[in-house]
């Protein structure tokens, strides 16, 4: 906290527009102690992150103007930022709690009003918090409409309310009454606006205490509440610069409780690159492993190893200290320990309010906000700097400005909430649990019960590593990965590669030979990391799986023995985790064919499918019985028996850690054989098709074929039966609302089918996107071309703001190479216009880019071709044109995978078909 911890305080400005100042009000804030800021008028969009706005000690709510229902361009928005500790959540009339992200749903009362309405739980009181600006010169049944919303929300067991906002209301004059100590409205005019707030007030028993004239000796802005001992005063410091219309205001909220934060659990951690590696090395090698491994069972032996390496690492590296933190990064050990003598100051000042402790506060923040700055803008040299080293402290700035990765305080699942560290590990389990089919394996089931293709081209029944082998995955390492359970980090593995690569390679081998995979490698750390929606509900979250780094050696160095045997095997239509193949050999396959029959004025129907969780629902025996029918057999079928049974994961945020559980179903997440399994257990796929083309990337599925008459969409219909059947016998589920048909032809007339999956009806859209590219039913391709424009348009605003205190311009290329050029150039093959007018809206991008950077780093005016040469950047047609050629010589050159149609009922599909086109620039 950073008041009393009886005491919230509340932030109000109304700022007139952020954009432009978001360093200044970042900067700012973490230079007060404000529990709750409450910004009106933000002026904000969808592009700019919240982390760009405020530090993440904050939960940030938004509701930005929603410009395509107002009509109006800029203007509007409001924001509330929460202090993670005080639980806070968004609140919507009539939808079940909690919602919460960037952008709030908007409440059930015309667009124009932009209004946010969040709850926090202080022991047993319930306080709303609602924040709001109403535009100028609006009717009163606008005002009549938020009223009536705001009455209906305060009915639900709210214990104490405080609306905030500018209501734009000027005509009522609040003049100051003593005896009451609360502002009464004098003689207005008869606006039934003001009738309507005025009525709310008296409604619901409230008062507005906000007693701050503006210079017109008007207050716009209100605080209405039915706390009538809470304080509001005039800041001491203002975040931004005030506007003379809407003076900003403080309130002191009493409340009955303490309160506390959430903390992360305090723990030790090895500091493993302060370790002494050349004691550590001589240590290890002086071991003789023959003779310790000697006569012991596989597990036996691995758990001697461990004993002497932890043995080892206890002995030669040190330990530090990890405390949990809110501070940013750039923190420094000094300005932490003026921010804590800033915060009592405070304290103290508010207990005494005497002016030397005013004084006191005043001077601890002048000086904190001096050594803030210092602090900021060595740290920004640092990163800039980092270019030329580790690149990842680069790039996590650049990650943090654009995301938040903390979790709220309080999160959902179903009907369960949680609200303390261990209670959300709990929760955050609990869902992923329930993902996951009841498919264990019994330990009786063996090879003998399955099956076999004794005619199968592929036989693999064991696999010998050599310790070369085991050495050289060790040294490719990327040291950067988080370590698994064993806390046996990348780094460390890769300092004592020479001297652990034997009992390692005789480990591996060991477990190879009986056939089993060891349990301590079984077991993940389970990291949960938001996708979209709100962040309160869990279902949001994906997991992330980390593995011990040794046991993703192990199964690094299986794969790359087994692979080259199983690539002859795997469905030449499957892209994905298939080495030369890749999103971009799967739509140039599938767009040849769309193309061709276009170019013969055919249709082409395609359907596209969605399966729910594929990779977490694999069926185990089933997946066990394709394993051994694709070839592999003997000891390493039952190794990898081994290796997918018996899995278990924990959830771990900030230290804490949930109950072990069981995974019963789907292939391991975070694993480095998962992904093959996957393409394994789907390979027999194609037996669904006798008539229609296909095409794979991992589960996405995509049905596609040329329709001449009513027989084929009946013949197209009986494969999709197939299909249907075929998920049903593999326990395979597909989310049938999300499974859609779509037509590609350039005829005017089109030949349409109620196509099916089981008992449902497909729904049929005119566009699609298929792996990041938008395909429209006549393949024009201009609504992929403006939508990736659009999208490069925003993350150059976002570049630019991220920039802002960068230098260099070697910084500032690398930023938009990566972030921008990147997002215009994926898979240019499929799209590449010829028109002129979209070659020149895509150059534009770095146009705008590179002139931003010459005026930043040098000034001066040049011409585009001028820039090009200066900052040595080729122009992006002649950039698609290089990469178009690429794809061709790397076809030529056997470097993919060859890019055909499937040959169906004798029809053979062109190769390698270009968009032709009639009209180029």
Same mark, same amino acid.
């Given at each position: 906290m950073g008041s009393s911890n009886n005491i919230i305080s509340i932030y109000y400005q109304n700022c007139r527009g952020l954009r432009t100042k978001l360093n200044t009000v970042y900067m700012n804030i973490l230079s007060h102690n404000y529990d709750i800021v409450v910004f009106t008028e933000t002026w904000l969009h969808e592009n700019i992150f919240d982390n760009e706005i405020i530090d993440q000690r904050y939960q940030l709510f938004r509701c930005d103007r929603n410009r395509a229902a107002t009509g109006r361009r800029d203007g509007g928005g409001v924001m509330v930022a929460v202090l993670r500790c005080l639980g806070a959540r968004a609140v919507l009339l009539g939808n079940p709690p909690p919602r919460s992200h960037s952008t709030v749903p908007t409440s059930p009362i015309p667009t124009i009003v932009d209004n946010i309405t969040i709850e926090i739980k202080l022991g047993n009181e319930k306080h709303l918090i609602n924040a709001v600006y109403i535009p100028p010169n609006q009717s009163h049944d606008v005002y009549e409409s938020y009223f009536n919303y705001l009455q209906n929300l305060l009915q639900f067991n709210v214990n104490k309310y405080h609306l905030l906002g500018d209501y734009n209301l000027p005509t009522i004059n609040w003049t100051y009454n003593s005896?009451?100590?609360?502002?009464? @409205? =004098?003689?207005?005019?008869?606006?039934?606006?003001?009738?309507?707030? +005025?009525?709310?007030?008296s409604l619901i028993g409230g008062y507005q205490l906000n007693n701050l004239y503006n210079n017109n000796h008007r207050i716009l802005d209100l605080y209405i509440t039915n706390s009538i001992h809470n304080t509001l005063t005039s800041p001491m410091a203002y975040l931004l610069q005030p506007d003379p219309q809407h003076p900003p205001f403080c309130i002191a909220v009493h409340t009955p409780v303490e309160i506390t934060g959430i903390k992360g659990k305090p723990h030790q951690q090895y500091c493993f690159k302060k370790a002494d590696y050349t004691l550590i090395n001589e240590e290890l090698s002086q071991i003789n492993w023959d003779s310790l491994f000697e006569n012991r069972s596989?597990?036996?032996? #691995?758990?001697?190893?461990?004993?002497? #390496?932890?043995? !080892?690492?206890?002995?030669? !590296? @040190?330990?530090?200290?990890?405390?949990?933190?809110?501070?940013? !990064?750039w923190f420094s050990p000094a300005l932490k320990h003026i921010y804590k003598n800033k915060n009592r100051a405070w304290i103290r000042w508010k207990k005494t309010n005497s002016q030397v402790d005013k004084l006191s506060f005043s001077i601890y923040r002048s000086r904190f906000k001096s050594e803030c700055d210092k602090c900021y803008a060595n740290y920004i040299k640092r990163v800039e700097s980092s270019i030329e080293g580790s690149i990842k402290y680069f790039w996590t700035f650049i990650s943090n400005r654009k995301n938040c990765s903390d979790i709220p305080t309080q999160v959902n699942f179903k009907s369960k909430t949680a609200n303390t560290p261990a209670d959300i590990c709990e929760l955050f389990s609990c869902f992923f649990k329930s993902v996951f089919e009841n498919s264990a394996v019994p330990d009786c089931f063996e090879l003998c019960d399955i099956a076999l293709n004794d005619k199968h081209e592929v036989n693999i029944s064991n696999v010998t590593l050599s310790e070369s082998d085991v050495l050289r995955q060790i040294q490719a390492l990327d040291v950067s990965k988080s370590s698994g359970i064993d806390n046996v980090p990348a780094f460390f593995i890769k300092q004592v590669a020479k001297t652990i690569c034997k009992p390692l390679h005789y480990i591996y081998n060991r477990f190879l030979e009986i056939g089993e995979f060891p349990d301590v490698w079984k077991s993940a750390r389970i990291v949960p990391v938001f996708k979209s929606g709100s962040k309160q509900n869990v279902e949001n979250y994906r997991p992330i799986s980390i593995l011990p780094t040794m046991s993703k050696i192990f199964e690094k160095l299986v794969r790359d023995k087994i692979c080259p045997s199983l690539l002859s095997i795997i469905l030449p239509q499957q892209h994905g985790f298939v080495q030369k193949r890749s999103t971009i050999t799967n739509l140039l396959s599938y767009t040849s064919h769309l193309f061709d029959a276009m170019d013969q004025n055919k249709q082409t129907d395609c359907i596209y499918t969605d399966f729910k969780k594929a990779f977490d629902r694999v069926d185990h025996?089933? +997946?066990?019985?394709k394993i051994a029918f694709n070839g592999i057999r003997c000891n390493l079928w039952r190794w990898f028996k081994s290796y997918i049974s018996n899995r278990t994961q924990r959830v771990v945020i900030r230290g804490f850690e949930s109950d072990t559980i069981l995974v019963t179903s789907g292939v391991p997440q975070g694993s480095i054989l998962g992904p093959l399994l996957f393409v394994l257990f789907i390979n027999d796929i194609d037996k669904c098709f006798s008539f229609c083309n296909y095409s794979l990337y991992a589960d996405d599925l995509k049905m596609y074929s040329t329709i001449t008459d009513y027989v084929d969409h009946i013949r197209f219909q009986n494969d999709l039966d197939r299909f249907a059947e075929y998920c049903n016998t593999n326990k395979l589920s597909l989310s049938i609302t %999300?499974?859609?048909?779509?037509?590609?032809?350039?005829?005017?007339?089109?030949?349409?089918?109620?196509? *099916? #999956? =089981?008992?449902m009806t497909l729904g049929s859209v005119d566009c699609i996107k298929d792996l990041g590219i938008l395909l429209d039913s006549k393949l024009h391709l201009d609504g992929h071309i403006d939508g990736i424009i659009n999208k490069a348009f925003k993350m150059f605003g976002f570049v630019v703001r991220a920039s802002e205190h960068f230098k260099s311009s070697k910084t500032l290329l690398i930023l938009y190479k990566s972030l921008i050029r990147s997002q215009i150039e994926y898979a240019v093959p499929i799209w590449n216009p010829v028109y002129r007018k979209y070659i020149d809206a895509l150059e534009k991008v770095q146009k705008k880019f590179l002139r931003c950077v010459n005026c930043r780093c040098s000034r001066g005016h040049l011409t585009y071709d001028q820039l090009l040469? %200066?900052?040595? !950047? @080729? %122009? #992006?047609?002649?950039?698609?044109?290089?990469?178009?050629?690429?794809? +061709?010589?790397?076809?030529?050159?056997? *470097?993919?995978? @060859?890019? *055909?149609?499937?040959?169906?009922? =004798?029809r053979l599909r062109t190769p390698y078909i270009l968009p032709s086109v009639t009209d180029v620039c």
């Open positions: 005896t009451s100590e609360t502002l009464e @409205p =004098g003689v207005s005019n008869s606006h039934l606006s003001n009738t309507y707030l +005025l009525n709310f007030i596989a597990n036996s032996v #691995l758990d001697e190893f461990y004993k002497i #390496l932890y043995n !080892v690492i206890k002995k030669h !590296v @040190p330990l530090k200290n990890i405390k949990s933190t809110d501070f940013p !990064v025996k089933i +997946l066990l019985e %999300k499974c859609k048909s779509i037509t590609f032809t350039k005829k005017k007339i089109i030949s349409s089918f109620p196509y *099916r #999956l =089981g008992d040469q %200066k900052y040595k !950047v @080729p %122009k #992006l047609i002649n950039r698609r044109e290089m990469l178009d050629m690429v794809v +061709l010589y790397d076809l030529c050159q056997n *470097r993919v995978s @060859p890019i *055909r149609g499937v040959e169906t009922e =004798g």
